[in-house]
């Protein structure tokens, strides 16, 4: 009894294994340990799948690649089947090819491509910064292996981070040097990234990065104000002797424009905290609270005191407009027309 139980279990066991047979796929690089074949870019990969074992019907056999089916001729699909891949493309890297027998999905085999190349740096060559503005120079980096280290120089020397301000940041795939408030002689020249391969050596870019004059920029904001006080101005103005503008004959009987816009006698105030603002400057200083510091601040500020500047000037312009405009003979398109002459 326990003779036949046990050649029952011979025979299922090898018509299983014969219903489960794998596939095996040969390789043009070897295929690792691990299933991957090492290879470079315009290298060509040969993979040729054929069924474990002898069998006497054919079997048909289907390819994948990333899970995608792969077309083969009708004579590249019975018993033997293979794939070239030709030339390797920087795509190709981490590409896994699938082969299976196609009544059986179980039964398959694969193998994945691992494509080096050399380091590839990218970015901008040619820099132009103003003074006293940020510097940011990345330096992109696609390679395989990745690099195993990346260092920037400055015309021809290691750039020194201390003194010139610099800061570099790298993520594995840009390296970038920035640095706050340029100077020509501290940030002006030619700049190189190099980056090291542990297979390909070193490999570098180079910026050149040029300074250039700070330019005056007129503060946005400011200058809307200014459009604003003119655009009333104007308009009252045209308001106010509306009805001379119809009726050229009739009676001045209009009011003064610096009774309606108010506005305009601050200018004179402006002008007069502009003469001083030295002044003001040295008697804060002298004053021991916080207050008094936040005043000086304030007059210290560059940016700020252009506003200030600019404010000053275009109600100094205004208040001659509106001069202009207060004399019982004088109408707008005279005042204009007196200018343009």
Not at 201 to 212: A, E, M, R
Not at 266 to 289: C, D, P, T, Y
Request: aromatic residues 8%; glycine residues 4%; hydrophobic residues 40%.
């Amino acid at each position: 009894m326990e003779l036949m139980f046990g050649a029952l279990l011979f025979h299922l066991l090898l018509y299983c294994a014969n219903q489960t047979s794998g596939v095996t796929i040969q390789t043009v690089p070897t295929v690792d340990s691990e299933g991957v074949i090492q290879t470079e870019l315009e290298k060509t990969v040969s993979l040729v799948c054929q069924p474990d074992g002898g069998h006497e019907a054919d079997e048909e056999l289907q390819w994948l690649r990333n899970g995608f089916a792969v077309h083969l001729t009708e004579e590249n699909r019975m018993n033997h089947s293979s794939v070239c891949v030709t030339p390797v493309l920087y795509e190709d890297n981490g590409a896994t090819f699938t082969c299976r027998r196609r009544n059986n999905a179980t039964a398959t085999a694969s193998v994945t491509l691992n494509v080096t190349y050399r380091p590839q740096l990218s970015g901008s060559e040619e820099v132009s910064v103003e003074e006293e503005s940020m510097l940011v120079l990345p330096c992109d980096i696609w390679a395989n292996p990745p690099v195993s280290s990346v260092s920037w120089s400055l015309n021809g020397s290691a750039v020194d981070l201390l003194a010139g301000g610099f800061s570099v940041t790298n993520d594995g795939f840009t390296s970038t040097i920035s640095a706050d408030k340029v100077e020509k002689s501290l940030h002006e020249g030619t700049y190189q990234c190099t980056a090291e391969s542990p297979i390909y050596g070193s490999h570098n870019k180079t910026f050149i990065v040029t300074l250039t004059d700070k330019t005056l920029t007129i503060p946005l904001m400011p200058f809307i104000a200014g459009l604003v006080v003119v655009f009333f101005t104007v308009l009252l103005a045209v308001a106010s002797r509306w009805n001379r503008i119809r009726k050229v004959n009739a009676a001045y009987d209009d009011i003064l424009l610096h009774n309606n816009v108010r506005l305009l006698s601050k200018g004179r105030v402006l002008e007069r905290f502009w003469a001083i603002r030295k002044h003001l400057q040295m008697f804060l200083s002298e004053q021991k609270n916080a207050k008094a510091k936040q005043y000086l601040d304030f007059l210290q500020d560059d940016e700020k005191m252009e506003c200030v500047a600019f404010l000053v000037d275009v109600t100094s312009h205004l208040n001659e407009l509106n001069l202009k405009l207060q004399d019982d003979a004088n109408l707008l398109q005279r005042t204009f027309a007196s200018d343009l002459e």
